[in-house]
Protein backbone atom coordinates (compact mmCIF):
# COMPACT_ATOMS: atom_id res chain seq x y z
CA UNK A 1 0.00 0.00 0.00
CA UNK A 2 3.24 2.47 0.85
CA UNK A 3 4.02 1.76 -2.59
CA UNK A 4 1.00 2.20 -4.04
CA UNK A 5 0.76 5.43 -2.45
CA UNK A 6 4.49 7.23 -3.14
CA UNK A 7 3.74 5.86 -7.16
CA UNK A 8 0.59 7.31 -7.14
CA UNK A 9 1.57 10.66 -5.48
CA UNK A 10 4.61 10.40 -7.82
CA UNK A 11 2.94 9.67 -11.43
CA UNK A 12 0.33 12.75 -10.10
CA UNK A 13 2.49 15.21 -9.90
CA UNK A 14 4.26 14.05 -13.32
CA UNK A 15 0.22 14.01 -14.60
CA UNK A 16 0.06 17.32 -13.30
CA UNK A 17 3.14 18.75 -14.59
CA UNK A 18 2.49 17.33 -17.97
CA UNK A 19 -0.94 18.71 -18.50
CA UNK A 20 0.67 22.31 -17.30
CA UNK A 21 3.27 22.16 -19.49
CA UNK A 22 0.53 21.49 -22.75
CA UNK A 23 -1.59 24.53 -21.52
CA UNK A 24 1.77 26.83 -21.52
CA UNK A 25 2.38 25.01 -25.02
CA UNK A 26 -1.40 26.21 -26.14
CA UNK A 27 -0.86 29.75 -24.53
CA UNK A 28 2.37 30.14 -26.11
CA UNK A 29 0.71 29.53 -29.86
CA UNK A 30 -2.67 31.15 -29.20
CA UNK A 31 -0.81 34.49 -27.82
CA UNK A 32 0.65 34.62 -31.44
CA UNK A 33 -2.43 33.28 -33.05
CA UNK A 34 -4.24 35.94 -31.54
CA UNK A 35 -1.79 38.57 -32.03
CA UNK A 36 -1.88 37.99 -35.67
CA UNK A 37 -6.29 38.32 -35.70
CA UNK A 38 -6.04 41.14 -33.84
CA UNK A 39 -3.53 42.70 -36.29
CA UNK A 40 -5.07 41.47 -39.97
CA UNK A 41 -9.00 40.77 -38.99
CA UNK A 42 -10.27 43.24 -36.65
CA UNK A 43 -11.87 46.53 -37.72
CA UNK A 44 -12.07 49.66 -35.03
CA UNK A 45 -14.69 52.17 -37.23
CA UNK A 46 -17.55 52.67 -36.91
CA UNK A 47 -17.45 50.10 -33.66
CA UNK A 48 -15.23 47.66 -33.00
CA UNK A 49 -15.50 44.11 -35.01
CA UNK A 50 -14.04 41.03 -36.42
CA UNK A 51 -14.06 40.69 -40.21
CA UNK A 52 -14.85 36.99 -40.02
CA UNK A 53 -13.53 36.23 -43.88
CA UNK A 54 -9.70 37.77 -43.22
CA UNK A 55 -10.00 35.68 -39.58
CA UNK A 56 -10.78 32.51 -41.75
CA UNK A 57 -7.74 32.65 -44.28
CA UNK A 58 -5.35 33.72 -41.23
CA UNK A 59 -6.58 30.48 -39.34
CA UNK A 60 -6.48 28.18 -42.43
CA UNK A 61 -2.81 29.18 -43.28
CA UNK A 62 -2.10 28.30 -39.48
CA UNK A 63 0.48 25.06 -39.66
CA UNK A 64 -1.00 23.65 -36.39
CA UNK A 65 -0.58 19.59 -35.02
CA UNK A 66 -2.74 16.94 -36.18
CA UNK A 67 -3.19 17.07 -32.08
CA UNK A 68 -4.52 20.78 -31.55
CA UNK A 69 -7.82 21.91 -32.47
CA UNK A 70 -8.59 25.95 -33.46
CA UNK A 71 -12.02 27.16 -33.40
CA UNK A 72 -12.68 31.21 -33.86
CA UNK A 73 -15.96 32.23 -32.42
CA UNK A 74 -17.52 36.15 -33.18
CA UNK A 75 -18.40 39.05 -30.23
CA UNK A 76 -22.22 36.47 -30.04
CA UNK A 77 -20.26 33.17 -29.43
CA UNK A 78 -21.06 32.18 -32.95
CA UNK A 79 -18.39 29.65 -34.67
CA UNK A 80 -16.92 31.38 -37.25
CA UNK A 81 -14.76 29.00 -38.02
CA UNK A 82 -12.87 25.75 -37.49
CA UNK A 83 -9.30 24.88 -38.40
CA UNK A 84 -10.28 21.57 -38.99
CA UNK A 85 -12.38 22.52 -41.71
CA UNK A 86 -10.63 25.40 -43.53
CA UNK A 87 -7.98 23.56 -43.84
CA UNK A 88 -9.38 20.50 -45.14
CA UNK A 89 -6.96 18.25 -42.46
CA UNK A 90 -7.52 14.40 -42.87
CA UNK A 91 -7.71 12.89 -39.14
CA UNK A 92 -5.48 10.02 -39.12
CA UNK A 93 -5.59 7.19 -36.53
CA UNK A 94 -3.07 4.18 -36.33
CA UNK A 95 -4.37 1.02 -37.48
CA UNK A 96 -4.81 -1.80 -35.06
CA UNK A 97 -1.99 -4.37 -34.70
CA UNK A 98 -1.47 -7.28 -36.52
CA UNK A 99 -0.66 -9.48 -34.37
CA UNK A 100 -3.65 -9.97 -30.85
CA UNK A 101 -2.34 -8.63 -27.99
CA UNK A 102 -1.41 -11.15 -24.88
CA UNK A 103 -2.95 -11.07 -21.80
CA UNK A 104 -1.36 -8.09 -20.28
CA UNK A 105 -2.04 -5.48 -22.97
CA UNK A 106 -5.32 -6.64 -22.88
CA UNK A 107 -5.48 -6.41 -19.12
CA UNK A 108 -4.31 -3.02 -19.20
CA UNK A 109 -6.56 -2.11 -22.04
CA UNK A 110 -9.53 -3.31 -20.42
CA UNK A 111 -8.28 -1.60 -16.88
CA UNK A 112 -7.63 1.84 -18.73
CA UNK A 113 -11.12 1.91 -20.92
CA UNK A 114 -12.83 1.35 -17.64
CA UNK A 115 -11.56 4.25 -16.25
CA UNK A 116 -12.17 5.99 -18.69
CA UNK A 117 -16.12 4.54 -18.74
CA UNK A 118 -15.90 5.86 -14.59
CA UNK A 119 -14.59 9.26 -15.80
CA UNK A 120 -17.59 9.72 -18.63
CA UNK A 121 -19.95 8.65 -15.76
CA UNK A 122 -18.57 11.26 -13.10
CA UNK A 123 -18.50 13.67 -15.88
CA UNK A 124 -22.11 13.26 -16.70
CA UNK A 125 -23.34 12.91 -13.06
CA UNK A 126 -22.02 16.49 -12.18
CA UNK A 127 -20.80 19.75 -13.81
CA UNK A 128 -17.51 19.93 -12.06
CA UNK A 129 -15.18 17.29 -11.35
CA UNK A 130 -11.36 16.47 -11.45
CA UNK A 131 -11.84 16.14 -14.87
CA UNK A 132 -13.54 19.70 -15.96
CA UNK A 133 -12.93 23.13 -14.42
CA UNK A 134 -15.74 24.30 -17.10
CA UNK A 135 -17.90 23.99 -19.94
CA UNK A 136 -17.15 25.25 -23.22
CA UNK A 137 -19.90 27.52 -22.69
CA UNK A 138 -18.78 28.88 -19.64
CA UNK A 139 -15.68 28.94 -21.20
CA UNK A 140 -16.66 31.49 -23.90
CA UNK A 141 -18.43 33.23 -21.85
CA UNK A 142 -15.04 33.69 -19.35
CA UNK A 143 -13.28 34.74 -22.61
CA UNK A 144 -15.82 36.79 -23.65
CA UNK A 145 -15.51 38.82 -20.73
CA UNK A 146 -11.75 39.39 -21.29
CA UNK A 147 -10.61 36.33 -19.48
CA UNK A 148 -8.10 33.88 -20.82
CA UNK A 149 -9.16 30.11 -19.29
CA UNK A 150 -7.45 27.01 -19.24
CA UNK A 151 -7.95 23.62 -18.08
CA UNK A 152 -9.36 20.08 -18.40
CA UNK A 153 -12.47 18.91 -19.86
CA UNK A 154 -14.55 16.21 -21.68
CA UNK A 155 -15.83 17.03 -25.12
CA UNK A 156 -19.30 16.21 -26.33
CA UNK A 157 -17.53 13.14 -28.26
CA UNK A 158 -15.74 11.61 -24.76
CA UNK A 159 -12.63 13.03 -25.71
CA UNK A 160 -10.25 14.45 -22.75
CA UNK A 161 -8.74 17.41 -23.80
CA UNK A 162 -6.42 20.38 -22.63
CA UNK A 163 -8.38 23.76 -23.60
CA UNK A 164 -7.43 27.44 -23.56
CA UNK A 165 -9.96 30.00 -24.56
CA UNK A 166 -8.26 33.63 -25.55
CA UNK A 167 -10.04 36.62 -25.72
CA UNK A 168 -9.52 38.53 -29.03
CA UNK A 169 -9.78 42.42 -28.63
CA UNK A 170 -9.72 45.64 -30.59
CA UNK A 171 -8.61 48.07 -28.02
CA UNK A 172 -10.20 47.50 -25.16
CA UNK A 173 -13.44 45.70 -26.72
CA UNK A 174 -13.52 41.80 -27.44
CA UNK A 175 -14.63 41.13 -31.18
CA UNK A 176 -13.80 37.41 -30.90
CA UNK A 177 -12.68 34.29 -29.03
CA UNK A 178 -9.46 31.62 -29.87
CA UNK A 179 -10.38 28.22 -28.42
CA UNK A 180 -7.35 26.16 -28.96
CA UNK A 181 -7.85 22.39 -27.64
CA UNK A 182 -4.76 19.58 -27.14
CA UNK A 183 -6.52 16.07 -27.36
CA UNK A 184 -3.60 14.35 -26.93
CA UNK A 185 -4.24 14.30 -23.24
CA UNK A 186 -5.35 10.43 -22.93
CA UNK A 187 -2.17 9.45 -24.44
CA UNK A 188 -0.26 11.53 -21.61
CA UNK A 189 -2.70 9.74 -18.87
CA UNK A 190 -2.46 6.52 -20.67
CA UNK A 191 1.43 6.83 -20.47
CA UNK A 192 0.58 8.05 -16.52
CA UNK A 193 -1.00 4.96 -16.13
CA UNK A 194 1.81 2.74 -17.81
CA UNK A 195 4.30 4.30 -15.64
CA UNK A 196 2.60 3.02 -12.38
CA UNK A 197 2.14 -0.51 -13.41
CA UNK A 198 5.95 -1.12 -11.97
CA UNK A 199 5.05 0.21 -9.04
CA UNK A 200 1.67 -2.00 -9.10
CA UNK A 201 4.03 -5.23 -9.41
CA UNK A 202 6.53 -4.25 -6.75
CA UNK A 203 3.55 -3.89 -4.83
CA UNK A 204 2.16 -7.17 -5.84
CA UNK A 205 5.73 -8.85 -5.27
CA UNK A 206 6.47 -7.27 -2.02
CA UNK A 207 3.39 -8.23 -0.71
CA UNK A 208 3.49 -11.57 -1.74
CA UNK A 209 7.17 -11.69 -0.38
CA UNK A 210 5.36 -10.17 2.90
CA UNK A 211 2.87 -13.16 2.91
CA UNK A 212 5.46 -15.88 2.71
CA UNK A 213 7.25 -14.46 5.18
CA UNK A 214 4.90 -13.89 7.72
CA UNK A 215 3.99 -17.30 6.97
CA UNK A 216 6.98 -18.90 7.09
CA UNK A 217 8.10 -16.88 9.98
CA UNK A 218 4.66 -16.57 12.40
CA UNK A 219 1.95 -18.85 10.76
CA UNK A 220 3.97 -22.20 10.57
CA UNK A 221 5.82 -22.15 14.07
CA UNK A 222 1.77 -20.89 15.41
CA UNK A 223 0.44 -24.08 14.02
CA UNK A 224 2.84 -26.00 15.46
CA UNK A 225 2.27 -25.05 18.53
CA UNK A 226 -1.86 -25.58 18.53
CA UNK A 227 -0.56 -28.87 16.94
CA UNK A 228 1.45 -29.43 20.22
CA UNK A 229 -0.71 -28.49 22.40
CA UNK A 230 -3.73 -30.67 20.80
CA UNK A 231 -1.16 -33.74 21.39
CA UNK A 232 -0.96 -32.66 24.83
CA UNK A 233 -4.44 -32.03 25.19
CA UNK A 234 -5.29 -35.35 23.76
CA UNK A 235 -2.81 -36.92 25.93
CA UNK A 236 -0.46 -38.15 22.96
CA UNK A 237 2.28 -36.44 24.65
CA UNK A 238 2.71 -35.26 28.67
CA UNK A 239 4.83 -32.58 27.89
CA UNK A 240 5.14 -29.81 25.10
CA UNK A 241 8.73 -29.95 23.69
CA UNK A 242 9.63 -27.58 20.95
CA UNK A 243 13.15 -26.80 21.27
CA UNK A 244 13.67 -25.20 17.95
CA UNK A 245 10.92 -23.02 18.65
CA UNK A 246 12.13 -21.59 22.30
CA UNK A 247 15.42 -21.11 21.30
CA UNK A 248 13.85 -18.14 18.73
CA UNK A 249 14.58 -14.77 20.78
CA UNK A 250 11.24 -13.45 19.81
CA UNK A 251 7.89 -13.48 20.92
CA UNK A 252 7.07 -16.45 19.20
CA UNK A 253 9.77 -17.88 21.14
CA UNK A 254 8.43 -16.35 24.31
CA UNK A 255 5.26 -17.88 23.75
CA UNK A 256 6.65 -21.53 23.12
CA UNK A 257 8.88 -21.48 26.11
CA UNK A 258 5.46 -20.26 28.24
CA UNK A 259 3.95 -23.28 26.64
CA UNK A 260 6.75 -25.42 27.53
CA UNK A 261 6.56 -23.97 31.06
CA UNK A 262 2.90 -24.43 31.78
CA UNK A 263 2.52 -28.24 30.45
CA UNK A 264 5.59 -29.23 32.58
CA UNK A 265 4.23 -27.25 35.26
CA UNK A 266 0.72 -29.21 34.71
CA UNK A 267 2.71 -32.52 34.19
CA UNK A 268 4.25 -31.85 37.44
CA UNK A 269 1.35 -31.13 39.56
CA UNK A 270 -0.63 -34.31 37.62
CA UNK A 271 2.50 -36.18 39.28
CA UNK A 272 2.24 -34.68 42.79
CA UNK A 273 -1.40 -35.46 42.58
CA UNK A 274 -1.11 -38.75 41.82
CA UNK A 275 1.58 -39.46 44.44
CA UNK A 276 -0.63 -37.52 47.24
CA UNK A 277 -4.19 -39.70 45.91
CA UNK A 278 -1.60 -43.00 46.64
CA UNK A 279 0.03 -41.34 49.79
CA UNK A 280 -3.63 -40.77 50.87
CA UNK A 281 -4.88 -44.45 49.91
CA UNK A 282 -1.76 -45.61 51.98
CA UNK A 283 -2.61 -43.69 55.16
CA UNK A 284 -6.19 -44.01 55.05
CA UNK A 285 -6.09 -47.82 54.71
CA UNK A 286 -3.59 -48.15 57.95
CA UNK A 287 -6.51 -47.20 60.57
CA UNK A 288 -9.12 -48.99 58.55
CA UNK A 289 -7.22 -52.07 58.56
CA UNK A 290 -6.96 -51.48 62.22
CA UNK A 291 -10.72 -50.70 62.51
CA UNK A 292 -11.54 -54.03 60.64
CA UNK A 293 -8.95 -55.93 63.08
CA UNK A 294 -10.84 -54.61 66.09
CA UNK A 295 -14.07 -55.41 65.03
CA UNK A 296 -13.28 -58.82 63.74
CA UNK A 297 -11.62 -59.80 67.15
CA UNK A 298 -14.26 -57.92 68.95
CA UNK A 299 -16.98 -60.40 67.78
CA UNK A 300 -14.87 -64.06 68.62
CA UNK A 301 -13.84 -61.98 72.06
CA UNK A 302 -16.11 -62.16 75.63
CA UNK A 303 -13.57 -61.03 78.13
CA UNK A 304 -15.36 -57.50 79.42
CA UNK A 305 -11.33 -55.98 79.53
CA UNK A 306 -10.84 -57.19 76.02
CA UNK A 307 -13.16 -56.20 74.64
CA UNK A 308 -12.88 -52.43 76.30
CA UNK A 309 -9.05 -52.26 75.19
CA UNK A 310 -10.43 -53.50 71.58
CA UNK A 311 -13.08 -50.19 72.15
CA UNK A 312 -10.12 -48.14 72.97
CA UNK A 313 -8.38 -49.14 69.63
CA UNK A 314 -11.21 -48.31 67.55
CA UNK A 315 -11.89 -44.67 69.16
CA UNK A 316 -8.51 -43.86 68.60
CA UNK A 317 -8.15 -44.99 64.97
CA UNK A 318 -11.61 -43.04 64.23
CA UNK A 319 -9.56 -40.13 66.08
CA UNK A 320 -7.21 -40.62 63.47
CA UNK A 321 -9.05 -41.22 60.60
CA UNK A 322 -10.44 -37.80 61.51
CA UNK A 323 -7.56 -36.30 61.98
CA UNK A 324 -6.40 -37.20 58.92
CA UNK A 325 -9.74 -36.29 56.87
CA UNK A 326 -9.67 -33.05 57.93
CA UNK A 327 -6.24 -32.22 57.36
CA UNK A 328 -6.20 -33.29 53.81
CA UNK A 329 -9.33 -31.63 53.36
CA UNK A 330 -7.17 -28.75 54.70
CA UNK A 331 -4.06 -29.55 52.47
CA UNK A 332 -6.51 -30.14 48.91
CA UNK A 333 -7.93 -26.72 49.99
CA UNK A 334 -5.12 -24.49 50.41
CA UNK A 335 -4.24 -24.55 46.66
CA UNK A 336 -7.70 -23.38 45.29
CA UNK A 337 -8.07 -20.67 48.25
CA UNK A 338 -4.66 -19.36 46.97
CA UNK A 339 -5.55 -18.89 43.78
CA UNK A 340 -9.16 -17.48 44.38
CA UNK A 341 -7.80 -14.94 47.19
CA UNK A 342 -6.45 -11.94 46.33
CA UNK A 343 -2.97 -10.59 48.18
CA UNK A 344 -3.29 -7.85 50.32
CA UNK A 345 -1.57 -5.97 53.43
CA UNK A 346 -1.13 -8.56 56.21
CA UNK A 347 0.07 -7.61 59.61
CA UNK A 348 2.10 -10.29 61.13
CA UNK A 349 2.56 -8.54 64.60
CA UNK A 350 -1.44 -8.12 64.98
CA UNK A 351 -1.96 -11.51 63.38
CA UNK A 352 0.75 -13.15 65.58
CA UNK A 353 -0.47 -11.12 69.05
CA UNK A 354 -4.06 -12.26 68.53
CA UNK A 355 -2.82 -16.11 67.97
CA UNK A 356 -0.96 -15.80 71.08
CA UNK A 357 -3.49 -14.43 73.57
CA UNK A 358 -6.19 -17.21 72.37
CA UNK A 359 -3.77 -20.07 72.81
CA UNK A 360 -2.95 -18.51 76.21
CA UNK A 361 -7.23 -18.02 77.12
CA UNK A 362 -7.53 -21.53 75.90
CA UNK A 363 -5.02 -23.02 77.57
CA UNK A 364 -5.70 -25.54 80.43
CA UNK A 365 -4.13 -26.49 83.13
CA UNK A 366 -0.35 -28.08 82.64
CA UNK A 367 0.18 -27.00 78.91
CA UNK A 368 2.29 -24.82 77.25
CA UNK A 369 2.64 -21.02 77.29
CA UNK A 370 2.31 -19.10 74.07
CA UNK A 371 4.36 -15.72 74.01
CA UNK A 372 4.74 -13.69 71.26
CA UNK A 373 7.44 -10.24 71.21
CA UNK A 374 8.27 -7.68 68.68
CA UNK A 375 11.74 -6.52 68.56
CA UNK A 376 11.83 -2.82 70.00
CA UNK A 377 13.17 -1.15 66.91
CA UNK A 378 10.01 -2.71 64.99
CA UNK A 379 7.05 -0.91 65.23
CA UNK A 380 5.31 -3.25 62.32
CA UNK A 381 5.71 -6.30 61.06
CA UNK A 382 3.99 -6.15 57.33
CA UNK A 383 4.22 -8.32 54.31
CA UNK A 384 1.64 -8.93 51.43
CA UNK A 385 -0.35 -12.01 51.45
CA UNK A 386 -3.52 -13.95 52.04
CA UNK A 387 -4.67 -13.55 55.98
CA UNK A 388 -6.21 -17.18 56.55
CA UNK A 389 -3.34 -19.09 54.66
CA UNK A 390 -0.54 -17.21 56.63
CA UNK A 391 -2.75 -17.79 59.87
CA UNK A 392 -2.97 -21.87 59.17
CA UNK A 393 0.65 -21.49 58.67
CA UNK A 394 1.33 -20.35 62.11
CA UNK A 395 -1.22 -21.95 63.94
CA UNK A 396 0.01 -25.51 62.53
CA UNK A 397 3.66 -24.65 64.15
CA UNK A 398 2.30 -23.26 67.47
CA UNK A 399 0.24 -26.27 67.75
CA UNK A 400 3.23 -28.39 66.40
CA UNK A 401 5.71 -26.74 69.17
CA UNK A 402 2.93 -27.38 71.96
CA UNK A 403 2.80 -30.76 71.17
CA UNK A 404 6.39 -31.10 71.45
CA UNK A 405 6.76 -29.09 74.76
CA UNK A 406 6.89 -29.91 78.59
CA UNK A 407 3.46 -29.60 80.68
CA UNK A 408 3.95 -25.97 81.86
CA UNK A 409 6.33 -25.30 78.87
CA UNK A 410 7.23 -22.28 76.92
CA UNK A 411 6.19 -21.50 73.39
CA UNK A 412 8.30 -18.17 72.54
CA UNK A 413 7.62 -16.62 69.14
CA UNK A 414 9.50 -13.42 67.87
CA UNK A 415 9.08 -11.45 64.84
CA UNK A 416 11.65 -8.67 63.10
CA UNK A 417 12.32 -7.21 60.24
CA UNK A 418 15.86 -8.28 58.59
CA UNK A 419 17.98 -7.64 55.02
CA UNK A 420 18.69 -10.24 53.06
CA UNK A 421 20.66 -9.58 49.94
CA UNK A 422 19.29 -6.60 49.72
CA UNK A 423 15.63 -7.18 50.49
CA UNK A 424 13.65 -6.91 53.59
CA UNK A 425 12.14 -9.69 54.63
CA UNK A 426 9.52 -10.33 57.76
CA UNK A 427 11.01 -13.38 59.88
CA UNK A 428 9.28 -15.10 62.65
CA UNK A 429 11.09 -17.78 64.85
CA UNK A 430 8.99 -19.85 66.82
CA UNK A 431 10.87 -22.53 69.39
CA UNK A 432 9.49 -24.75 71.89
CA UNK A 433 11.30 -26.65 74.72
CA UNK A 434 10.87 -29.89 73.12
CA UNK A 435 13.12 -32.71 72.54
CA UNK A 436 14.03 -31.11 69.49
CA UNK A 437 14.58 -32.80 65.85
CA UNK A 438 17.10 -34.94 64.65
CA UNK A 439 19.56 -33.70 62.35
CA UNK A 440 19.18 -36.05 59.64
CA UNK A 441 15.15 -35.32 59.71
CA UNK A 442 15.42 -31.91 59.61
CA UNK A 443 14.30 -31.26 55.84
CA UNK A 444 12.07 -35.08 55.66
CA UNK A 445 9.85 -33.25 58.32
CA UNK A 446 8.19 -31.26 55.48
CA UNK A 447 7.34 -34.42 53.49
CA UNK A 448 3.44 -35.20 53.50
CA UNK A 449 2.47 -37.85 56.08
CA UNK A 450 5.54 -37.81 57.62
CA UNK A 451 5.03 -38.61 61.47
CA UNK A 452 8.18 -40.00 63.55
CA UNK A 453 7.98 -38.54 66.80
CA UNK A 454 9.94 -39.11 69.84
CA UNK A 455 9.12 -41.64 72.25
CA UNK A 456 6.48 -41.24 74.83
CA UNK A 457 4.36 -39.20 72.46
CA UNK A 458 0.82 -40.41 71.82
CA UNK A 459 0.64 -42.14 68.48
CA UNK A 460 -2.29 -41.02 65.71
CA UNK A 461 -2.05 -37.56 67.29
CA UNK A 462 -0.59 -36.18 64.41
CA UNK A 463 -1.56 -36.77 60.46
CA UNK A 464 2.00 -35.83 59.12
CA UNK A 465 0.82 -33.31 56.95
CA UNK A 466 1.15 -29.96 59.08
CA UNK A 467 4.79 -29.07 58.20
CA UNK A 468 3.82 -29.60 54.37
CA UNK A 469 0.96 -27.90 54.39
CA UNK A 470 3.62 -24.87 55.90
CA UNK A 471 5.93 -25.27 53.58
CA UNK A 472 3.07 -24.92 50.64
CA UNK A 473 1.38 -21.45 51.82
CA UNK A 474 4.95 -20.38 52.45
CA UNK A 475 6.63 -20.72 49.43
CA UNK A 476 3.63 -19.59 47.56
CA UNK A 477 4.17 -16.34 49.26
CA UNK A 478 7.91 -16.56 47.93
CA UNK A 479 9.48 -16.97 51.58
CA UNK A 480 10.97 -19.20 53.03
CA UNK A 481 11.02 -22.48 56.36
CA UNK A 482 13.92 -23.64 57.82
CA UNK A 483 13.75 -25.77 60.74
CA UNK A 484 16.71 -26.11 63.44
CA UNK A 485 17.19 -27.12 67.01
CA UNK A 486 17.72 -24.62 70.31
CA UNK A 487 21.41 -25.84 71.54
CA UNK A 488 22.50 -24.35 74.49
CA UNK A 489 26.54 -23.51 75.25
CA UNK A 490 27.76 -27.35 75.27
CA UNK A 491 25.67 -27.67 72.10
CA UNK A 492 22.66 -29.81 74.01
CA UNK A 493 19.41 -29.63 72.51
CA UNK A 494 16.53 -27.75 74.21
CA UNK A 495 14.39 -27.93 71.70
CA UNK A 496 13.20 -27.11 68.19
CA UNK A 497 13.33 -24.02 66.22
CA UNK A 498 11.29 -22.69 62.82
CA UNK A 499 12.30 -19.71 61.26
CA UNK A 500 9.73 -18.48 58.46
CA UNK A 501 11.01 -15.41 56.22
CA UNK A 502 8.29 -13.29 53.91
CA UNK A 503 9.15 -10.34 51.45
CA UNK A 504 8.01 -7.65 53.73
CA UNK A 505 5.44 -4.88 53.00
CA UNK A 506 7.58 -1.09 52.67
CA UNK A 507 5.55 1.83 52.73
CA UNK A 508 6.17 4.71 51.07
CA UNK A 509 7.49 7.85 52.48
Known amino acids: MLILVIGALVLNEMRTGLVQARIESLSTQGDLIVSVLAEGATIGDPEPGMINANARRILKRLELPNTVRARLYDSRGRLIGDYGLLSDRVDEEALGRLSERNFLEK?????????????????????????????????????????????????????????????????????????????????????????????????????????????????????????????????????????????????????????????????????????????????????????????????????????????????????????????????????????????????????????????????????????????????????????????????????????????NGLVSIRGRNVVVGGTLFAEVVIEDQGPGIPDDKLEKIFDRFYTDRPAGTKFGQNSGLGLSIVEQIVESHHGSVEASNVLDASDSVHGARFLIRLPAFVRDK
Open 107 to 407: TAAAVSDGLDAIARVLQSGARKSLLQTQSLEEELNAALAGQRVSGERITSRDERVVSVSFPIQRVSAVVGVLTLEASDVSDIVRRERAALLPFIWVAIFVSLLSAGILSFMIARPLRRLAMAADRVGSGAAEKLELPRLTSRRDEIGELAESLESMTSALFDRIVANEAFAADVAHELKNPLTSIRSAVETSERVTDPAALAKLRRVIASDVRRLDRLITDISNATRMEAEAARSPMERVDLGRLLSDLADTYDAIRDEGQPRVKFTLEENVEELLVIGREGPLGQVFRNLIENARSFSPE
